[in-house]
């Protein structure tokens, strides 16, 4: 069965940190491109980063600097370090598949690229 299994949320004070995994089965973990995205309660789903196959990460803006994205295709799990978290990091964070890391002209993927997701992980950051 193909499945994206997120862990790791909860809550937070401003300024602490938290780390996020995602395990992987079901399908060629290694040989996808990986990401996180995020929605806040009642807004739309945002992205956060990248990974591609071999290692190469894009950030979005609004966490560039504070959090990292990696994986270990051997045990088939993703990962997000979040540090320095705010209250407005508060979100349903989710981690998704894609055949390749497609980005616009903006600099964006396009979460339709994504074909498989997680049911996702809260994370609340309190001030």
């Known amino acids: 069965q193909v499945q994206l299994a997120e862990s790791g949320g909860g809550s937070v004070q401003s300024g602490g940190s938290l780390r996020l995994s995602c395990a992987a089965s079901?399908?060629?973990?290694?040989?996808?491109?990986m990401g996180w995205f995020r929605q806040p309660l009642g807004k739309a789903r945002d992205w956060v980063a990248t990974?591609?196959?071999?290692?190469?990460?894009t950030y979005a803006g609004s966490v560039k600097g504070r959090f990292t994205i990696s994986r270990d295709n051997a045990e088939n799990t993703l990962y997000l370090q979040m540090n320095s978290l705010r209250p407005d990091d508060t979100a349903m964070y989710y981690c998704?598949?894609?055949?390749?890391?497609?980005?616009?002209?903006?600099?964006?993927?396009?979460?339709?690229?994504?074909?498989?997701w997680g049911q996702g992980t809260q994370v609340t950051v309190s001030s």
């Open positions: 079901g399908f060629t973990f290694s040989s996808r491109c």
């Open positions: 998704a598949a894609s055949t390749g890391c497609y980005y616009n002209d903006y600099g964006y993927p396009e979460e339709a690229d994504f074909d498989i």
């Open positions: 990974i591609e196959r071999v290692g190469a990460t």
